[in-house]
């Protein structure tokens, strides 16, 4: 029998963290085929696995790439990971749904304003389907925008007009098949959102059987109300909650996951609560004095009245200048910095929780540099699973493929089953590991060998191949009979 490919003689991880198993996987078209021993099988591409895992393409739980999709097609930053599908929109910014205007008020996360011209989702997977990627793309809606969208000042809460012209819109980009809700509750644009106003949109994505995930209120000296709130909000509105890059930032803060893992647990036995985190003990975002207290090293990453910073730390540029932090931080904004802020027994305590997915929260494009755009996976893979031995690599690469989409409702994806998506990442589990550093952050992972999105090669040993399968998935209100997945919706135990 004879296939489009066929790789051979590889360890495949099936991303359900079932163990691992030696099987041959066939390809057709956009999906797999067969898994098992085909060594009478032919196909016109022959990859050899031997000594490599096969398993299901990496999903991204938590991107920013909703621009960086269009304007680097190739997406060499998650390819080279092994990462086949990206969720985008998170923490309250979206591409969409946002009418062409002159100036946003957000830009700063997502890149050039040019990009900003989809007055609804269905016009942003429009523009994929005809300028494809190389990643496939799954896309929530943020509050941010829809704030900037319908109301005038954003330094307040909602009026009830307003939030029913929101829920309007939300509704409208639900139905064009948004993944869920997002917020940014720590952001200007939508921090005056008082918890009524959150809830009331949150509740869409309830009734439509999607999503809310939360970049919540606070993560330094206000993070327990932060999370009780975000917790609260799933609880009031119906809606499964995904707490974004969970994390607690400060001295205060260290060892808070003795708390906080046990808060989710709780709220898990009555409703569904999951969260994301990315591999690193380290937060990037703008200069900000409000955020160089908490950080016990901050790195700057950008600045422009001193671009000639960039890649300093600022203590030492602080002990130049003979002021003190807070005064050197004001000279430098406005700019990019990366604040060491978290304690590194709680991130690891976060990644080896079981209902935590691996995101990146890597920002593309702009001028916060920050290695978690580019190492994420492979870090979680060679340096959490195989140096420190936190976990097999049946589970962290379930917590990147089949937990993410389970509790995302991706379907025929994140698992490698006979008539799934031909989404596949081949990697030796020897090798694997990031490169990517806080002063060299944009270099590519080892270790990933190939990379197939909709059975198109899209990566193979060290270099992007050029081609560009993938697609949006706007989320389905129904699963097509054919699918193998008919997923069941999502209980409390399986979210
Ligand atoms: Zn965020």
Same mark, same amino acid.
């Given at each position: 029998?004879?296939?489009?490919?066929?790789?051979?003689?590889g360890q495949?991880?099936?991303?359900?963290g079932a163990k691992?198993f030696?099987?041959?996987?066939?390809?057709?078209?956009?999906?797999?085929?067969?898994?098992?021993n085909?060594?009478s099988?032919?196909?016109?591409?022959?990859?050899d696995a031997?000594?490599?895992?096969?398993?299901p393409?990496?999903?991204?739980?938590?991107?920013?790439?909703?621009i960086?999709?269009?304007?680097?097609?190739d997406?060499?930053?998650k390819?080279?990971?092994?990462c086949?599908t990206?969720?985008?929109?998170?923490c309250?910014?979206?591409a969409?749904p946002?009418t062409?205007?002159a100036?946003?008020p957000l830009?700063f996360l997502?890149?050039d304003?040019s990009?900003y011209?989809?007055?609804?989702?269905?016009?942003y997977?429009?523009?994929l389907?005809?300028t494809p990627?190389?990643?496939n793309?799954?896309?929530?809606?943020?509050?941010s925008?829809l704030r900037?969208?319908?109301?005038?000042?954003?330094?307040r809460?909602a009026?009830?007009s307003?939030?029913?012209?929101?829920?309007?819109? @939300?509704?409208e980009?639900?139905?064009?098949g948004?993944?869920?809700f997002?917020?940014? @509750?720590?952001y200007p644009?939508?921090?005056?959102?008082?918890t009524?106003?959150?809830?009331?949109l949150?509740?869409?994505?309830?009734?439509?059987?999607a999503?809310?995930?939360?970049h919540?209120?606070?993560?330094?000296h206000?993070?327990?109300?932060a999370?009780?709130?975000?917790i609260?909000?799933?609880r009031?509105?119906?809606?499964?909650?995904? @707490?974004?890059h969970?994390?607690?930032?400060?001295?205060?803060n260290i060892?808070?996951t003795?708390?906080?893992l046990?808060m989710?647990?709780?709220a898990r036995?009555s409703q569904?609560?999951g969260?994301?985190?990315?591999p690193?003990n380290?937060?990037?975002?703008?200069?900000?004095?409000?955020?160089v207290?908490?950080?016990?090293r901050?790195l700057i990453?950008?600045?422009?009245?001193h671009p000639?910073m960039?890649?300093?730390?600022?203590?030492d540029?602080?002990?130049?200048?003979g002021v003190d932090?807070?005064?050197a931080?004001l000279?430098?904004?406005p700019?990019?910095?990366?604040y060491?802020?978290?304690?590194?027994?709680?991130?690891?305590?976060?990644?080896?929780?079981?209902?935590?997915?691996?995101?990146?929260?890597?920002?593309?494009?702009?001028?916060?540099?920050?290695?978690?755009?580019w190492?994420?996976?492979?870090?979680?893979l060679?340096?959490y699973s195989?140096?420190?031995?936190?976990?097999?690599?049946e589970?962290?690469?379930?917590k990147?493929t089949?937990?993410?989409?389970?509790?995302?409702?991706?379907?025929?994806r994140?698992k490698?089953a006979?008539?799934?998506?031909a989404?596949?990442?081949v990697?030796d589990?020897?090798?694997?590991i990031?490169?990517?550093?806080?002063?060299a952050?944009?270099e590519?992972?080892?270790?990933?060998?190939?990379?197939l999105?909709?059975?198109?090669?899209?990566w193979r040993?060290g270099?992007?191949?050029?081609?560009r399968?993938?697609?949006?998935l706007p989320r389905?209100?129904?699963?097509p009979s054919?699918?193998?997945?008919?997923?069941?919706?999502l209980?409390?135990?399986?979210f």
């Amino acid at each position: 029998m004879q296939h489009d490919i066929l790789i051979r003689h590889g360890q495949v991880i099936d991303g359900t963290g079932a163990k691992r198993f030696q099987a041959d996987l066939a390809v057709d078209g956009d999906r797999i085929t067969a898994i098992g021993n085909l060594a009478s099988h032919r196909g016109r591409t022959e990859i050899d696995a031997t000594g490599c895992i096969v398993a299901p393409g990496f999903i991204d739980a938590h991107a920013h790439d909703d621009i960086a999709l269009l304007a680097e097609p190739d997406m060499p930053s998650k390819v080279s990971q092994g990462c086949t599908t990206v969720v985008v929109g998170n923490c309250g910014f979206s591409a969409a749904p946002l009418t062409p205007r002159a100036s946003y008020p957000l830009d700063f996360l997502l890149g050039d304003e040019s990009y900003y011209r989809f007055p609804r989702l269905a016009d942003y997977f429009a523009a994929l389907e005809q300028t494809p990627a190389a990643v496939n793309s799954a896309a929530l809606v943020g509050h941010s925008v829809l704030r900037v969208e319908c109301m005038k000042e954003l330094d307040r809460p909602a009026s009830e007009s307003e939030i029913a012209a929101m829920a309007q819109r @939300l509704k409208e980009a639900l139905a064009d098949g948004g993944l869920g809700f997002s917020t940014g @509750l720590e952001y200007p644009s939508n921090k005056a959102a008082d918890t009524r106003e959150v809830a009331a949109l949150a509740r869409l994505a309830g009734e439509a059987g999607a999503v809310f995930t939360t970049h919540a209120r606070n993560y330094d000296h206000h993070f327990r109300e932060a999370l009780t709130e975000a917790i609260e909000i799933g609880r009031m509105a119906e809606v499964p909650v995904v @707490l974004s890059h969970h994390q607690g930032d400060g001295p205060e803060n260290i060892g808070h996951t003795a708390w906080s893992l046990p808060m989710i647990d709780e709220a898990r036995l009555s409703q569904k609560v999951g969260l994301d985190v990315y591999p690193y003990n380290a937060a990037a975002t703008i200069i900000d004095p409000a955020f160089v207290i908490s950080a016990s090293r901050i790195l700057i990453s950008s600045s422009q009245p001193h671009p000639e910073m960039a890649g300093r730390e600022l203590d030492d540029i602080a002990a130049e200048w003979g002021v003190d932090r807070d005064t050197a931080a004001l000279r430098l904004i406005p700019g990019g910095a990366i604040y060491f802020c978290q304690d590194e027994a709680d991130v690891q305590r976060i990644l080896a929780y079981p209902p935590t997915m691996i995101g990146s929260d890597g920002l593309p494009g702009g001028e916060i540099n920050h290695p978690r755009l580019w190492g994420s996976f492979p870090r979680v893979l060679g340096h959490y699973s195989r140096e420190l031995g936190l976990f097999d690599l049946e589970t962290a690469i379930h917590k990147m493929t089949g937990l993410t989409a389970n509790r995302f409702g991706i379907i025929d994806r994140g698992k490698l089953a006979a008539g799934a998506f031909a989404d596949v990442t081949v990697f030796d589990p020897a090798t694997v590991i990031d490169r990517a550093t806080f002063t060299a952050p944009s270099e590519p992972s080892l270790g990933i060998r190939f990379v197939l999105v909709n059975g198109a090669l899209v990566w193979r040993d060290g270099h992007a191949t050029g081609a560009r399968p993938g697609r949006p998935l706007p989320r389905r209100a129904s699963v097509p009979s054919q699918s193998l997945s008919a997923p069941q919706p999502l209980s409390i135990a399986n979210f």
